[in-house]
Structure formats: C-alpha cells, structure tokens
C-alpha cells in the first residue's frame, strides 16, 4: 500500500472530474466512506456532459440542465451537497492554460487538503477510462495542483483581482490508473455507490446488468489489493507533492 495522510488529518477533498457520472464511476463508494467520517467532499465537473449518448427524445438542448441534476442527485446519495460545474464543452476538452487557471481558481476557493482526478495516461487495459476529456482533465488538474494552485505567481489575476490565496494541495488521488497504489474497501458502501450511478438515469437506466457490471469490477480491484475474498475496492494512484 502507497503512503497515504490519514483520513483524520482530511477536512476538505475536491473532486475534478470531465464529466457527470465519471466521479461515481470512480469512487463513489470511497467518498460515502469520507463524507460518513465527517470530511467535506466538492465535486467540480469540467464539462455538462452534453455529448453523452441519450435517448433521442431528449431535445439535445436540455441535456446539460438534465445531467447536472442527475449529478447533483447522484451526489446527495454519497453525501456530497457542493457540486460545481465549469460548462466545457463534452468531448472537446484540451489541457489549456484556461482549463488550469478555471482550476486553480476552484482550488483556490476550496482549499482541500486532498484531490481526487482522472489519470492523464492512457490505460491501454481500460479504453472507457481513458476518454480524451478525462485525460485532458487529468492533466490540467495535476498542473493546477502543481504548481498554478501554490505558486502566487501563477494566473496573478486570481490573487489580485479575486482576492484567492495560493494553496498547496498534499496530496492527490488518481483515479483510472494504469498502476494503482491503493485499494479502499468499499463493500459497506456499495448501495449507495449503485444508488448514485442509478441517479445518473439518462446514462445507466437501460443497463440491466449495471451492478453485476461494477461488483465484477470492483472485485477484480479487491483481488488486486490483497483485500478478501468477496469484498470490493476502489483503486487510485496516490500521489504526494511536496
Ligand atoms: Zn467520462
């Protein structure tokens, strides 16, 4: 198991996803486990989801309004009731000097003490986890940590027309990596982690097989960690940044 700061040191983590659903995807069951424990979890979603596949039905036009409720629906689920959206365009999301300082900007006003993110590199293993948007967002949010986040010399007009502080984030959770260091039992928190990718009805409400789909995963995440039999993990590559 990687170093990691104990979740008693931890009163605030942010977590920056591309898209509405990647973070319950990802790590929902480990963030019912910190919001249980009485940490304050952010989300920041870069885009509103608005190239997602939907039902036809659907006016291409409603679809962000409908994705961000689904999302902030799916949040209530794992106790999380602070849920910040950038409205990115969905599918086109670079790693631009903008995409960084809209970052730092959040990490600035949040000031966690632990981020949650999609890996930048491509996971040959897992191509739904290497979406262009979640690598883009990846790296810009690991470039907002360090150093834009920390360095007051960084996007000067945060300090100086925003009144934002610089801040240092510790440490970093990766999630989608190819080589994961840490593995978080979630099994207690499962139904919840379900209940939120349920909310996300526009995307998981045809998937019949849905939570047979995340108990094989999650299993094959436990397995990988040395956790029992029978249990289910989360896995992240965690990162500190001193
Ligand atoms: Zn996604």
């Keep these: 198991m990687a170093d990691v700061l104990d979740d008693a040191e931890i009163a605030r983590i942010l977590a ?21 424990a009485g940490i304050e979890v952010i989300y920041c979603v870069v885009t509103d989801g608005d190239a997602g596949e939907l039902d036809e039905d659907v006016p291409r036009a409603d679809v962000p309004a409908l994705r961000r409720a689904e999302q902030v629906a799916a949040a209530k689920c794992v106790g999380v009731h602070d849920v910040r959206f950038l409205g990115y365009p ?10 960084r300082r809209d970052l730092a900007r959040v990490i600035r006003q949040v000031r966690p003490d632990r981020v949650v993110c ?50 240092t984030v510790p440490e970093v959770w990766i999630s989608g990596s190819p080589s994961p260091t840490h593995f978080v039992d979630v099994t207690a928190t499962f139904s919840r982690k379900i209940a939120a990718l349920r909310a996300h009805e526009s995307q998981t409400g045809h998937v019949d097989d849905l939570e047979e789909r995340i108990r094989g995963w999650l299993g094959h995440a436990a397995a990988l960690g040395g956790l029992p039999q029978g249990h289910l993990a989360e896995a992240f590559q965690i990162l500190q940044t001193a």
């Design 16 to 36: 920056i996803t591309a898209h509405p659903d990647d973070v319950d995807f990802a790590a929902a069951g480990t963030i019912a486990r910190w919001t249980d």
């Design 90 to 99: 969905d599918g086109r999301v670079e790693a631009t000097l903008d995409l």
């Design 118 to 167: 999609p890996t930048p590199e491509r996971n040959y293993a897992r191509m739904p986890a290497s979406h262009p948007d979640h690598r883009a967002v990846g790296s810009a949010a690991l470039d907002a940590v360090y150093p834009d986040a920390r360095n007051p010399f960084a996007f000067p007009e945060l300090r100086d027309r925003e009144d934002l502080a610089p801040w």
